[in-house]
């Protein structure tokens, strides 16, 4: 059974950067199948998928156009994990951060999320 | 980007009944590979969203057949048999056909 679980910081302050883990069990990053992705929700914008990153498949990464200049997404293949950063955060980036499995244009397995708050 | 416009936003049920949800994309959704991403997901208190459907009507493994997707091209609409208790939550239709990803702005299911 595939599981992921997201972890990092619960709170963050203005202007510096959020970081973020998904651990991956019963899958593995390597696969040529799958993208591994990161999508957030926020009172305000609702559900915004934020980028994905591959091993192998074509078209490595793709990122949000709202968040691209300030996103990176990274994988530890040894430790099965991929990783988001998120820099200069404001309040407006304050969301239930999840990560979840990308097959083919759909999101089939998601971690429970992890609840980060920008503030002071 | 492809907008996804639900409705309604809050769908108050009753147990037994039936339930229906909309969602409609601002552009095609179907693909040069003949597939439509269109993907419906339920987000319940606690817990990880859960992917019902996906390609417009194939029901993922383990959910109850009660739920159930059709639609084609833009619009779309999940609809439950016969609701249950456990269904309360907050249902998301999503397309995975455009870059970026984009979702619904969710529709409350409640009893």
């Known amino acids: 059974q595939v599981q992921l679980q997201e972890s990092g910081p619960g709170r963050v302050k203005p202007w510096e950067t959020l970081s973020l883990t998904c651990s991956v069990s019963g899958d593995s990053l390597r696969s040529d ?3 591994w992705s ?22 490595n990464n793709n990122f949000n156009p709202a968040l691209k200049s ?3 997404i990274s ?5 099965n994990q991929f990783s988001l950063r998120l820099n200069s955060v404001t309040a407006a980036d304050t969301a239930v951060y999840y990560c979840a499995r990308d097959n083919f244009g ?15 | 980007d492809a907008v ?19 969602c409609r994309s601002s552009q095609s959704l179907v693909h040069s590979d003949g597939n439509t991403y269109l993907n419906w997901f339920q987000l319940r208190p606690g817990q990880s969203p859960r992917r019902l459907i996906y390609k417009i009507s194939r029901r993922d493994y383990g ?6 997707g059709s639609g084609s091209g833009t619009t779309f609409t999940l609809r439950i048999s016969r ?17 970026p990803y984009t979702f619904g702005q969710g529709t409350k299911l409640e009893i």
Do not use: N
């Not at chain 2, 959910?63 to 159930?68: A, G, I, M, Q």
């Open chain 2, 4 to 22: 996804m416009t639900q409705f309604p936003l809050s769908l108050p049920v009753t147990l037994g009944q039936p339930a229906s949800i909309s």
């Open chain 1, 33 to 35: 199948v799958y993208y």
């Open chain 2, 83 to 99: 609701v249950e208790a456990e269904d309360v939550g907050i249902y998301y239709c999503m397309q995975g056909r455009h870059w």
């Open chain 1, 106 to 120: 759909s999101l089939d397995v998601w971690g429970r999320g992890t609840s980060v708050t920008v503030s002071s």
């Open chain 2, 63 to 68: 959910v109850p057949d009660r739920f159930s």
């Open chain 1, 75 to 79: 994988l530890d293949t040894a430790r």
């Open chain 1, 38 to 59: 990161w999508i957030r929700l926020s009172p305000g914008k609702g559900l915004e998928w934020i980028g994905y990153m591959s091993y192998t498949r074509g078209t």
């Open chain 1, 70 to 72: 300030r996103v990176a």
